[in-house]
């Protein structure tokens, strides 16, 4: 519930270079200010989730803009996934910055696609575009649907859910999609579910091509020149998209001022629950684990967009919480320069098979050793336990010995 103090405008139209017109709720503080405004550009309905985040914001002294984006619930015209996002979140931050309650100054803010809404603009370089705070976001989507070029299922059902114009909650929430995993061919194996061409799309164009690259953060990190805080986590399946942003404006941006403001934060959290938490999985990671989001967000835009000296920039610019020792240590650059690489080799007997068989890693190279072998049924899959998964029931760290107990998996161990 907003404060009552709280000036509100719902549905405004903002209009693209195109003529299509965007819904957008605007939250302003009681006084005509003019403010730094703070922008969302979602998916996910304009009234839903980031709602939450108002009256914290507003508090601070931002005016607070959410946007449905193009094709999806109160906004005009058609959705076409990611593509749509670059033009009109630019065009959305010249109306923002010539509103009469704005200072001129625009943040963002906004988690997964909403973070990738974000990063689509910063090539484009709108003057009134100052700080982002882009969280679990992607530099293209190929990494989120075919990770190191292995195709994520689950990603790319998700696509059945999210819908058209609004998200299908009733599915996610009351249908049992898992029988999709399971069909074959894979190219129909949702056509009894949805009908939702994207994921036909998506399994079309298997390898990086120019479908992919027509949205690619890749070759344009040359063309940024706004800094941005980057949050994940290390259970986030979006996790090494992240480091590649990062990577790409540290090293890359258009000036040396964004590159050494630009910040990088890492949790031991997964993608639904960033910052929130001491337990993920079967690990618990202590009290140390939870941060104040919002509190991180707001002093990242008082430094950038009022100018307030709040220490920011005398900081080093990686934050990472180191899982085991549970406690946050601060880093100059990510990877670790100081980091000292070392390979390991697979062995065995020719047994491998589960956690009860004979293999072994180690540093020592291997000599003449027999061939390890399993037999995969694909009636009897191996089951996905823990690491970087959108889905509750698997996120995080998990304990696997009941899946090592299997014959049809090799394990080697240290």
Same mark, same amino acid.
């Given at each position: 519930?907003?404060g009552?103090?709280?000036?509100v405008?719902?549905?405004?139209?903002v209009?693209?270079?195109?003529?299509?017109?965007?819904?957008?709720?605007?939250?302003?503080?009681?006084e005509?200010?003019?403010?730094?405004?703070l922008?969302?550009?979602?998916?996910?309905?304009?009234?839903?989730?980031?709602v &939450?985040?108002?009256?914290?914001?507003?508090?601070?002294?931002?005016?607070?803009?959410?946007q449905?984006?193009?094709?999806?619930?109160?906004?005009?015209?058609?959705?076409?996934?990611?593509?749509?996002e670059?033009?009109?979140?630019?065009?959305?931050?010249?109306?923002?910055?010539?509103?009469?309650?704005?200072?001129?100054?625009?943040?963002?803010?906004?988690i997964?696609?909403?973070?990738?809404?974000?990063?689509?603009t910063?090539?484009?370089?709108?003057?009134?575009?100052?700080?982002?705070?882009?969280?679990?976001?992607?530099e293209?989507?190929?990494?989120?649907?075919?990770? &190191?070029?292995?195709?994520?299922?689950?990603?790319?059902?998700?696509?059945a859910?999210?819908?058209?114009?609004?998200?299908?909650?009733?599915?996610?929430?009351?249908?049992?999609?898992?029988?999709?995993?399971?069909?074959?061919?894979?190219?129909?194996a949702?056509?009894?579910y949805?009908?939702?061409?994207?994921?036909?799309?998506?399994?079309?164009?298997?390898?990086?091509?120019?479908?992919?690259?027509?949205?690619?953060?890749?070759?344009?990190?040359? &063309?940024?020149?706004?800094p941005a805080?980057?949050?994940?986590?290390?259970?986030?399946?979006?996790?090494?998209?992240?480091?590649?942003?990062?990577?790409?404006?540290?090293?890359?941006?258009?000036?040396l001022?964004?590159?050494?403001?630009?910040?990088?934060?890492?949790?031991?959290?997964?993608?639904?629950?960033?910052?929130s938490?001491?337990?993920?999985?079967?690990?618990?990671?202590?009290?140390?684990?939870?941060?104040?989001?919002l509190?991180?967000?707001?002093?990242?835009?008082?430094?950038?967009?009022k100018?307030?000296?709040?220490?920011?920039?005398? &900081?080093?610019?990686?934050?990472?919480?180191v899982?085991g020792?549970?406690?946050?240590?601060?880093e100059?650059?990510?990877?670790?320069?100081?980091?000292?690489?070392?390979?390991?080799?697979?062995?065995?007997?020719?047994?491998?098979?589960?956690?009860l068989?004979?293999?072994?890693?180690?540093?020592?190279?291997?000599?003449?050793?027999p061939?390890?072998?399993?037999?995969y049924?694909?009636?009897?899959?191996?089951?996905?336990?823990?690491?970087?998964?959108?889905?509750p029931?698997?996120?995080?760290?998990?304990?696997?010995?009941?899946?090592?107990r299997?014959?049809?998996?090799?394990?080697?161990?240290?």
């Open positions: 519930m907003l009552a103090h709280v000036r405008q719902l549905d405004r139209k209009p693209m270079r195109d003529g299509v017109l965007l819904s957008t709720d605007v939250y302003l503080p009681p005509p200010g003019p403010y730094p405004a922008l969302c550009r979602t998916i996910y309905d304009n009234q839903i989730r980031y &939450e985040w108002v009256q914290r914001f507003v508090d601070g002294g931002y005016a607070v803009v959410i449905d984006c193009r094709g999806r619930y109160d906004s005009d015209g058609d959705w076409d996934p990611y593509l749509c670059a033009n009109d979140g630019y065009d959305t931050q010249q109306w923002l910055g010539q509103q009469p309650w704005c200072d001129g100054n625009v943040g963002t803010f906004g997964s696609y909403v973070g990738f809404t974000q990063v689509q910063a090539p484009l370089r709108s003057p009134y575009l100052k700080a982002l705070v882009p969280m679990a976001n992607q293209d989507n190929f990494g989120h649907i075919y990770s &190191e070029g292995v195709l994520q299922l689950q990603n790319a059902i998700n696509f859910w999210i819908g058209y114009r609004s998200v299908q909650w009733f599915a996610r929430q009351n249908v049992n999609v898992h029988p999709l995993y399971w069909k074959l061919p894979l190219g129909s949702m056509d009894d949805s009908q939702r061409p994207i994921y036909k799309l998506f399994l079309s164009h298997p390898t990086f091509d120019d479908y992919w690259m027509s949205y690619s953060l890749k070759n344009k990190y040359a &063309e940024v020149d706004t805080l980057f949050i994940t986590g290390w259970y986030d399946n979006l996790v090494h998209e992240m480091f590649k942003c990062y990577a790409g404006w540290a090293n890359q941006a258009r000036s001022e964004t590159r050494r403001r630009t910040k990088l934060l890492v949790g031991p959290w997964v993608h639904s629950y960033l910052g938490g001491e337990s993920y999985g079967d690990v618990q990671f202590g009290p140390n684990a939870a941060m104040d989001l509190g991180v967000h707001l002093r990242w835009y008082d430094q950038r967009l100018g307030i000296a709040t220490g920011l920039d005398d &900081e080093p610019p990686v934050k990472i919480f899982m020792a549970n406690v946050w240590r601060d100059n650059e990510w990877p670790l320069a100081r980091t000292q690489y070392t390979n390991y080799y697979l062995h065995g007997a020719g047994r491998a098979n589960s956690a068989g004979d293999g072994l890693l180690s540093t020592t190279p291997p000599v003449d050793e061939p390890d072998t399993y037999d049924d694909p009636e009897n899959p191996v089951p996905t336990v823990g690491g970087q998964s959108q889905l029931e698997h996120m995080g760290p998990r304990d696997r010995r009941a899946v090592e299997r014959d049809d998996i090799l394990v080697y161990s240290t």
